[in-house]
């Protein structure tokens, strides 16, 4: 792992010139991990041409010299941005960049106040998420593993499904299935929604339980080495109405047709369209109240956003999730998704488990 | 529900006038839930004298009308802040209180831009958490079901430990039996560290077999209608030598020092030094790299923190952990926590597992 982990920094620094700054704050448990492997909840790394620097608290300080290399590992005093603004102010960095979106208004005034006034700071957004956008060959088959498991595990909970099961008695089952199969956790909290509550497209397990002739979404992801799944199957208990059956093959065509525009070059937007028109055609346009997708990696919403308007392309290594949707007070949801990587010549659907409609 | 919330919101405008602002922004989930019941992840809430209003997005419409009584909804248009700055220029409040921790650098720009220059921003950090510091009877119980089901669980644990299994396996099964118990989830990721692993105060459960003669430290939590739950146990596999004993005898003391420091009038700062000066005797606060413990309540992090020279005084509901631990790289470490109750002539320990050395 070490290597990479070199290269990638120096990917990050190579491009400090361009940004008109001489070090970058990395403030984000998934960027640092991302650069150093550091697997903590806490503290700031500090990136410059020369070298990298972590300032953290008591609690990290033996953690994070065994698992970063080439990372110099400093005792914070006092709160950790007043340290780094005290390390910046004797350092020869004088353009320090921040990401505006990852520090609060109050870390910036510490910064500031501390750092004193030959600090400039500069904003340098999602400069570690745009490196992150591209996996190599290590990451996908991480996340290719990760989206197996997590379409196993949504298998084996659609087995367990039977009347009177209580929501969180199912989400148990599903977090439960993910650990014995490695993952540290869930991706997200689990959403597990029966009939009338599937409209809540982020509906969280209750006391609920599973009556006949209603709809279940079940919305789950896994972590595994890191890196995320998601993935959302709709099945009814019992025999589907018309309207339903019809319905869920829309949301169905609606997903094909967004995988199969998510091409490398494809604007995000075209293929948030792609689904769109498809739901458009149903007249079911208005009941889909959230986008297409977004990027999945080391965190379960990163870029690139596939959603109205983006302009951003797919490029090679991008790995997003597709997952139209339909809700409506009083009937239910039915939402289908899938984690699909795009490579340059072909678009690779991680998740492998069954796609049409499933009636118990 | 529907009254103590009103109650609420009541509570935090009563004093809008002192803080000389006319609404407050209220921008992360614990403290929105405190004051309208919503369990969303996504969106703004807006508190004026004259009412609340919540803006968020089409995935979280239904739901916040279905569960926020006396609270506007309404739909965002682009991001959340570009809308909440629009509703700001289009209301009469002027002087817009906000928590300078809680809005990243870029959010305030968007809410600048959105509400144009006839909105003022004041610095108004900490309102609803001063008044979740003091819990009302309804919470109290509410957090001594989730202390309860958390010692139920560490103990259940301790019965399946066994030499060969895996530090993820137990992780598994904590959080298992946790949803079984009714908890919706843990309340921070479980730790589960086997032997010098439980040197890193926050190790996260790896492939690692227990072996004979290691040190064994539980950290879990849950949550349990929305309030979180926190405790830590640490057992030997096998029969502890005597550093071991006497250091878990040193932890146990320290521990009960700051329990019994703990009382309604007593600074937090003087509760972390009643743990540290009991190791000071045996020579271990060396070892003791974090603070004694912190408050908990809808979060599991939250005011007031239990750390050196903090001034604050412990009041009525204050619901705080005292956890101290001494870590040593190659050794291990023993840590043991509880949740403690402040009441106005006495403290109340929430959890009940027996604090012990257990030797397996």
Known sequence: MRAPLHRRRHNLTADFRNAKIDALLITSPANWYYLT?????SGTLIVTGKGATFITDGRFMEQGRAEMSGVRVIQQKGSVFESVGQFLRDSRSRRVGFDASQITVGQLQS??????????W???????ESLRMRKDATELAQMRRAAILAGEVVQSTIGLLKPGIREFEVGAEIEYQMRKRGASGPAFETIVAFGERAALPHARPTAKRLGKNELVVLDLGAILGHYCSDITR?????????????????????????IAAAKSGAACGDVDAAARQVLAGYR???LFVHSTGHGLGLEVHEDPRVARGQKKRLEPGNVITIEPGVYSAGIGGIRIEDDVAVHAGRTEVLTRAPRNLIEI
Do not use: N
């Open 37 to 41: 492997g550091f697997t903590g909840e």
């Open 111 to 120: 910064l500031r106040k501390a750092a004193g006034a030959r600090v400039r």
């Open 122 to 128: 500069i904003s340098a957004p999602g400069r570690v």
């Open 234 to 258: 709709t099945v009814y208990m019992g025999r589907a109405p018309k309207r339903i059956r019809i319905w869920y093959g829309a949301v169905l065509e609606a997903q094909a047709a967004a």
């Open 284 to 286: 079911l346009d208005h």
